[in-house]
């Protein structure tokens, strides 16, 4: 019924990968959101080429990233999270 603000994913998921996550959120109405976070080990690069155009703001991140990487990433898609947060 309503769209997520924002989707964190991996880019390499055992039955669904990221991209795929996406192209289906894509196509179902009322589930895309604003804002993709996408982390991966297998490089921007690579990252970039699978997801393609999907038609969202996508950030990707490299794995390991670090919590305050994530979590900075977050807040400033999601203006109402604080940027400082005690880890």
Do not use: Q, Y
């Not at 994913?9 to 055992?14: A, E, F, G, S, Y």
Request: overall charge negative; hydrophobic content about 50%.
């Amino acid at each position: 019924e309503h769209a997520p603000d924002l989707i964190i994913t991996d880019l390499c998921m055992p039955r669904l990968d990221g991209a795929e996550l996406l192209r289906t959120l894509r196509a179902t109405p009322n589930a895309w959101p604003t804002a993709v976070i996408v982390l991966t080990a297998a490089g921007r690069e690579r990252a970039r080429e699978a997801l393609g155009t999907i038609g969202a703001e996508v950030l990707v991140l490299d794995k390991p990233s670090s919590a305050t990487t994530l979590l900075t990433a977050v807040a400033e898609r999601l203006p109402r999270v604080p940027t400082a947060v005690a880890l």
